[in-house]
């Protein structure tokens, strides 16, 4: 009976070197007010200059996102009074934005859809509230940093076109892939690169009665975003009746208790007061640099996702699990060009994404190349090297400049498939641990794990594991089946 309508509205730091306004740092996480001025710290009579690389990726990212970038553009002032926005006005766009009417397809292994975006506009951040306990009153306190203040963003707002929790969090997850694969934003959800701020309302189908929106503030992961607005769908049903069409409600999340917390009525467009922006002109966007910021743009997350399922048989996690880290994907095809195969395929996807989760590295922070992977399965392959040191080797490769010739020489590890060689290691095995020769010839023959584990030990990994197995069985009088 219920028809749950969600709208975002996404915002996301750009990855510029300097803020929107004014030549400070954009480094919102080092020490607090090391990057700040008059200018973003609203001191009366500064003046704003505008950022062109904040236009650029803006632009960058309208494109990504289908928008339609409009010729030109101005800024507006939206007048609030907060505390972390001390000109008492933040500099956005109202009247003519970036860009509107954009789309992105969210999609899963089993469904797509296109949700609509309205517009994309420029603004700057706020500076960071942090909470603190006074030491000598115990008390909680509030602290500003304007590190973050005047950071550039762009605001992505959606139509009341989402449908669930789920579906608001997979469009999300998709804004925040694409925009950190095209190294728009740097995307890290935990201190606050990415956040957005959901709406949601409920629809009765059957009589076209609603309520009234309630909108959930600085929401900055996926899951969270879900969980608010799975909570507060559940509510809206229980309160469907005394919620009216006219009410307008705004809410935070509190993570500890998992419910949303009301915090103020929900301002109106008028409540803003927005005027433009006298202190800054009117742009002119010129096609070339339209078409400038679409040439960086060779192929976009999704596409790529697509054509590697398809060239690479890939399931859709795998290939999701490659796309949200561009210089691994970039590897991945890279060494795929070299050496196709599905061993090859499996290899990065396995032993390569383990190596970098233990070690906590991005790809790029080793010395691996596609060239030495290649050398290292083409070792194993031809017999040169035995398959349970493949660990150890790609650890080395990883760490050092070494090419894998010189690494197996200088460790010596050779691979040892010399019977005779085998068999002399075997015997002092047994000589040296005649209890368990016994026992295993006296018919406990779960210790074979323990011999097969002895001449790995003493080859140092450089044999077959099924050769070994072969000469125990045989010098215990045993069938190998």
């Given at each position: 009976?219920?028809?749950?309508?969600?709208?975002?509205?996404?915002?996301?730091?750009?990855?510029?070197?300097?803020?929107?306004?004014?030549?400070?740092?954009?480094?919102?996480?080092?020490?607090?007010?090391?990057?700040?001025?008059?200018?973003?710290?609203?001191?009366?009579?500064?003046?704003?200059?505008?950022?062109?690389?904040?236009?650029?990726?803006?632009?960058?990212?309208?494109?990504?996102?289908?928008?339609?970038?409009?010729?030109?553009?101005?800024?507006?002032?939206?007048?609030?009074?907060?505390?972390?926005?001390?000109?008492?006005?933040?500099?956005?766009?109202?009247?003519?934005?970036?860009?509107?009417?954009?789309?992105?397809?969210?999609?899963?292994?089993?469904?797509?859809?296109?949700?609509?975006?309205?517009?994309?506009?420029?603004?700057?951040?706020?500076?960071?509230?942090?909470?603190?306990?006074?030491?000598?009153?115990?008390?909680?306190?509030?602290?500003?940093?304007?590190?973050?203040?005047g950071i550039p963003l762009i605001e992505i707002v959606t139509a009341p076109a989402i449908s669930s929790p789920k579906e608001a969090a997979e469009f999300f997850e998709a804004i925040h892939m694409i925009l950190v694969y095209l190294d728009i934003c740097n995307g890290h959800l935990e201190s606050g690169a990415m956040r957005t701020d959901a709406?949601?309302?409920?629809?009765?189908?059957?009589?076209?009665?609603?309520?009234?929106?309630?909108?959930?503030?600085?929401?900055?992961?996926?899951?969270?975003?879900?969980?608010?607005?799975?909570?507060?769908?559940?509510?809206?049903?229980?309160?469907?009746?005394?919620?009216?069409?006219?009410?307008?409600?705004?809410?935070?999340?509190?993570?500890?208790?998992?419910?949303?917390?009301?915090?103020?009525?929900?301002?109106?467009?008028?409540?803003?007061?927005?005027?433009?922006?006298?202190?800054?002109?009117?742009?002119?966007?010129?096609?070339?640099?339209?078409?400038?910021?679409?040439?960086?743009?060779?192929?976009?997350?999704?596409?790529?996702?697509?054509?590697?399922?398809?060239?690479?048989?890939?399931?859709?996690?795998?290939?999701?699990?490659?796309?949200?880290?561009?210089?691994?994907?970039?590897?991945?095809?890279?060494?795929?060009?070299?050496?196709?195969?599905?061993?090859?395929?499996?290899?990065?996807?396995?032993?390569?994404?383990?190596?970098?989760?233990?070690?906590?590295?991005?790809?790029?922070?080793?010395?691996?190349?596609?060239?030495?992977?290649?050398?290292?399965?083409?070792?194993?392959?031809?017999?040169?090297?035995?398959?349970?040191?493949?660990?150890?080797?790609?650890?080395?490769l990883c760490e050092t400049p070494k090419g894998i010739e010189t690494i197996i020489e200088e460790e010596n590890l050779i691979k040892i498939d010399d019977q005779d060689s085998l068999l002399q290691i075997l015997e002092a095995v047994i000589t040296e641990n005649e209890e368990q020769y016994e026992a295993y010839i006296c018919g406990k023959k779960?210790?074979?794990?323990?011999?097969?584990?002895?001449?790995?030990?003493?080859?140092?990994?450089?044999?077959?594991?099924?050769?070994?197995?072969?000469?125990?069985?045989?010098?215990?009088?045993?069938?190998?089946?």
């Amino acid at each position: 009976m219920f028809k749950t309508i969600i709208g975002l509205e996404v915002h996301a730091q750009l990855k510029t070197e300097t803020k929107a306004f004014c030549s400070c740092a954009n480094d919102p996480q080092s020490q607090p007010n090391t990057h700040i001025c008059p200018i973003c710290t609203g001191q009366p009579g500064t003046l704003p200059r505008i950022n062109r690389k904040m236009i650029e990726l803006a632009i960058k990212a309208a494109i990504a996102l289908n928008g339609q970038v409009n010729d030109h553009i101005i800024f507006d002032r939206k007048n609030y009074f907060s505390a972390d926005m001390p000109k008492g006005y933040q500099i956005t766009q109202y009247q003519k934005p970036l860009a509107e009417n954009g789309w992105v397809e969210i999609f899963n292994s089993a469904r797509k859809k296109k949700i609509t975006i309205n517009e994309i506009h420029l603004e700057e951040d706020s500076a960071r509230t942090l909470k603190k306990i006074d030491t000598r009153s115990g008390r909680e306190k509030s602290y500003l940093d304007f590190n973050r203040s005047g950071i550039p963003l762009i605001e992505i707002v959606t139509a009341p076109a989402i449908s669930s929790p789920k579906e608001a969090a997979e469009f999300f997850e998709a804004i925040h892939m694409i925009l950190v694969y095209l190294d728009i934003c740097n995307g890290h959800l935990e201190s606050g690169a990415m956040r957005t701020d959901a709406n949601i309302s409920l629809l009765d189908s059957q009589t076209g009665k609603h309520t009234g929106r309630v909108e959930i503030k600085n929401l900055n992961t996926f899951k969270n975003l879900e969980r608010a607005l799975t909570y507060e769908e559940v509510f809206l049903k229980d309160h469907f009746q005394d919620f009216s069409a006219e009410k307008a409600l705004t809410k935070d999340w509190d993570e500890r208790s998992r419910t949303t917390i009301p915090s103020r009525e929900k301002e109106t467009s008028s409540d803003y007061r927005y005027f433009e922006e006298p202190d800054l002109p009117k742009i002119q966007l010129e096609q070339a640099i339209i078409n400038h910021c679409a040439q960086q743009i060779l192929e976009k997350p999704f596409e790529r996702l697509e054509r590697l399922m398809h060239e690479c048989n890939l399931t859709f996690d795998m290939a999701k699990s490659l796309i949200i880290d561009r210089p691994f994907v970039d590897f991945f095809e890279q060494t795929m060009k070299i050496l196709g195969t599905d061993e090859m395929k499996h290899m990065i996807l396995r032993d390569v994404k383990a190596y970098l989760n233990h070690s906590g590295k991005l790809i790029q922070q080793t010395y691996l190349t596609p060239e030495k992977l290649y050398q290292l399965l083409k070792f194993i392959k031809t017999g040169q090297i035995a398959p349970t040191l493949k660990t150890k080797l790609l650890a080395t490769l990883c760490e050092t400049p070494k090419g894998i010739e010189t690494i197996i020489e200088e460790e010596n590890l050779i691979k040892i498939d010399d019977q005779d060689s085998l068999l002399q290691i075997l015997e002092a095995v047994i000589t040296e641990n005649e209890e368990q020769y016994e026992a295993y010839i006296c018919g406990k023959k779960e210790l074979l794990k323990w011999f097969i584990g002895q001449m790995i030990k003493r080859t140092k990994g450089r044999t077959d594991p099924k050769l070994i197995i072969r000469i125990i069985k045989e010098r215990m009088g045993e069938q190998n089946e």
